[in-house]
T-cell receptor
Framework: AQSVTQPDIHITVSEGASLELRCNYS??????LFWYVQSPGQGLQLLLK??????LVQGIKGFEAEFKRSQSSFNLRKPSVHWSDAAEYFC????????FGSGTKLNVKP | DAGVIQSPRHEVTEMGQEVTLRCKPI?????LFWYRQTMMRGLELLIY????????DSGMPEDRFSAKMPNASFSTLKIQPSEPRDSAVYFC?????FGQGGEKLFFGSGTQLSVL
């Protein structure tokens, strides 16, 4: 069955440090992949998406993600985290249905 | 350009009461989704519509839940009677099309429901 796995439930990083949030999917074909961010009390906002082509995609707020077919991964990265990045991050893929990961909550230490 | 609009933002009700949540999708979007978010279960898809027609309601937890989409610009999610375990944040989302892959989901701000 298709699924999306975000293995890290909580992550804490210091402000200014680099960040990588993991996402793995299980599906044979190349899916359409997204990362969304949910700030406290807010809906989900699209950060970036991958459909095809260049496997490194750039998103808003300085985020990027790299699609690696061999690892079935679509990890989200940011070189330098800001305190305002504290939120919950969801990986999502779409192929006939939308499949959400369980989310990773990011805390940012001052 | 208005996004997905949900109302109310917060709803507090007593067990046994009827609750109606409302959603206005982005104009021109043909697909609408209702999600429920809880700490225990994360984001769950309850039901989705395509061109106002319910396509998959397998996520609706039980008969107390019902959803309608009488036209392209309005949908409701009704819980009758409500129970404390229904307390959650309910999100509505819309997308331009569905089933072709690659559609972006646009989310509303959610309705925080508390059933006492």
């Amino acid at each position: 069955a298709q699924s999306v796995t975000q293995p890290d439930i909580h992550i804490t990083v210091s402000e200014g440090a680099s960040l990588e949030l993991r996402c793995n999917y299980s599906y044979g074909a190349t899916p359409y992949l997204f990362w969304y961010v949910q700030s406290p009390g807010q809906g989900l906002q699209l950060l970036l998406k991958y459909f095809s082509g260049d496997t490194l995609v750039q998103g808003i707020k300085g985020f990027e993600a790299e699609f690696k077919r061999s690892q079935s991964s679509f990890n989200l990265r940011k070189p330098s985290v800001h305190w305002s990045d504290a939120a919950e991050y969801f990986c999502l893929y779409n192929f006939n249905k939308f499949y959400f990961g369980s989310g990773t909550k990011l805390n940012v230490k001052p | 350009d208005a996004g997905v609009i949900q109302s109310p933002r917060h709803e507090v009700t007593e067990m046994g009461q009827e609750v109606t949540l409302r959603c206005k999708p982005i104009s021109g979007h043909n697909s609408l989704f209702w999600y429920r978010q809880t700490m225990m279960r994360g984001l769950e898809l309850l039901i989705y519509f395509n061109n106002n027609v319910p396509i998959d309601d397998s996520g609706m937890p039980e008969d107390r839940f019902s959803a309608k989409m009488p036209n392209a610009s309005f949908s409701t999610l009704k819980i009758q009677p409500s129970e404390p375990r229904d307390s959650a944040v309910y999100f509505c989302a819309s997308s331009l099309t569905f089933g072709q892959g690659g559609e972006k989901l646009f989310f509303g701000s959610g309705t925080q429901l508390s059933v006492l």
